[in-house]
């Protein structure tokens, strides 16, 4: 079975930091496209950072210079280094592995974990 377990989650001031980790195992993580998203309440679901097989990255605006993503390929494991946290960074994020851009069946997704920045 296919499993992406995140942590790192929690609460943390304004201006604070955060390391978001997805353990990855079922799949070859090494051909997987990973990325982060997240989901504020009432808000539609959003592209954080994304972090293709062979290593390039993509961050939404938003977040551009401050958070940072990367994968270990050892450990089949993607990590979200976030810094300079803002109260609009509170959501629930989630870790995504997609084999193909263009095809959803090899498309898996974590149960989340909560982050909270607030004074």
């Known amino acids: 079975q296919v499993q992406l377990v995140e942590s790192g989650g929690g609460l943390v001031q304004p201006g604070g930091s955060l390391r978001l980790s997805c353990a990855a195992s079922g799949i070859i993580f090494s051909i997987y496209n990973m990325a982060w998203y997240r989901q504020a309440p009432g808000k539609q679901r959003e592209l954080v950072a994304g972090i293709t097989s062979g290593g390039s990255t993509n961050y939404a605006d938003s977040v551009k210079g401050r958070f940072t993503i990367s994968r270990d390929y050892a450990k089949s494991t993607m990590y979200l280094q976030m810094n300079s946290l803002k109260p609009e960074d509170t959501a629930v994020y989630y870790c995504?592995?997609?084999?193909?851009?263009?095809?959803?069946?090899?498309?898996?997704w974590g149960q989340g974990t909560q982050v909270t920045v607030s004074s």
């Open positions: 995504n592995a997609d084999r193909y851009s263009n095809y959803d069946l090899h498309n898996y």
